[in-house]
């Protein structure tokens, strides 16, 4: 096995082929190891000459000896095609990769996910929701995955650990690599108690070119994808476009128009993204793993009754809303000074009611 794994790996971290490339291979040839050990000739026949030399003069042994190496460390472990565990969604989404490195929970393959994406600026409020959600869905039964990147990848990731569903992280770099560096301490949670997938070799930086790769694995591993806060430009749009491409639900959550960072599930509103509020909407869209599987009540909106009380309470949140607002507006709102405003403000902040935002502006987070 550890041949045909060395084999594989040989094929896959070969540049220039690709995975449509080792399909093709393993096509023409019938195995890995023939492919591996076909000669120069027969390699152009199914390869561009620069990658059938590539391939012929072993270039990438480094890279592979590399992998076993570090395959054979404690937690990780290198998965291929032809692994009875590789997961049959992504299989069969197209342009698989034949060859991924794991860290973690293996175990995690077999169970559903849902993709949660959405932007690495996230406002407090995003984060504070994909946590809950990404949370509620895992107490339902979906693994969920998402990319590692700072924002609401973060949040979900974070959301999700400690649930027995726990949680998936494919990243655009190697899988020795942590990117951003800020999320170090949460890829060691991942590679403890969830799963940390690349299919890039060992050392890979986080080249932007690498992230869109990323970004298709993601959505075919996924029975569906949720975009929790974008804007309409953030590469969490390509996901869901992938996502759809491969027929998987593409769902979002609306948030302010006052918010730049919910433009982008607008967008995907108003082409054909179900609009989702609650964990319960999401899982009455993708289904539920297990019909006696616990949702968590903490992403879906509290009872109008205890919300109204709780805003009669606090005079500042009735006016504060859900849209981020200024200081001096608050105070026109309230009549009284900025001063005044800013110190009921700084309160509620250290209570974790409220977030401070760039530009002097303040959001709601309860």
């Not at 590692?148 to 650990?161: C, P, Q, V, Y």
Request: proline share 6%; aromatic share 4%.
């Amino acid at each position: 096995m550890s041949r045909e794994r060395a084999d594989w790996a040989l094929l896959a971290l070969t540049p220039g082929i690709g995975p449509v490339g080792v399909l093709r291979l393993i096509d023409t040839f019938g195995s890995a190891a023939a492919a591996a050990s076909a000669n120069l000739s027969q390699l152009q026949r199914c390869l561009g000459d620069e990658a059938a030399r590539a391939l012929a003069g072993r270039v990438a042994t480094a890279d592979v000896e590399a992998a076993l190496t570090w395959a054979d460390a404690p937690g990780c472990f290198l998965l291929t095609l032809a692994d009875h565990d590789y997961p049959t969604a992504l299989a069969e989404a197209g342009h698989a990769p034949p060859l991924l490195f794991g860290r973690g929970r293996r175990e995690l393959l077999a169970r559903p996910m849902l993709a949660m994406v959405g932007s690495r600026h996230a406002t407090p409020q995003g984060r504070q929701t994909a946590e809950e959600f990404a949370h509620g869905l895992a107490e339902a039964g979906y693994t969920i995955v998402s990319g590692l990147a700072s924002g609401i990848d973060g949040a979900a990731h974070r959301g999700a650990l400690g649930t027995a569903a726990s949680t998936i992280a494919v990243i655009g770099t190697g899988i020795d690599r942590v990117y951003p560096a800020s999320h170090r301490q949460l890829a060691h949670q991942l590679a403890e108690d969830g799963l940390i997938l690349s299919e890039f070799p060992l050392g890979t930086a986080p080249l932007a070119h690498n992230f869109p790769r990323r970004n298709r694995i993601i959505a075919g591993l996924s029975r569906g994808c949720l975009v929790v806060e974008a804007n309409v430009n953030s590469g969490s749009l390509i996901t869901a476009r992938l996502a759809a491409e491969v027929g998987r639900e593409v769902l979002a959550i609306p948030g302010s128009i006052h918010n730049p960072q919910a433009r982008g599930c607008h967008r995907l509103i108003k082409d054909g993204a179900k609009l989702v509020e609650t964990v319960d909407d999401v899982l009455d869209e993708i289904g539920r793993p297990a019909a006696d599987a616990p949702v968590a009540a903490s992403a879906s909106p509290p009872a109008a009754e205890s919300t109204a009380t709780a805003m009669a309470e606090t005079p500042l949140l009735v006016q504060l809303g859900h849209d981020p607002v200024d200081v001096d507006s608050l105070a026109a709102r309230l009549e009284l000074t900025a001063g005044e405003v800013y110190a009921m403000l700084l309160e509620l902040e250290l209570e974790g009611r409220v977030a401070s935002l760039p530009g002097g502006r303040f959001q709601r987070l309860s």
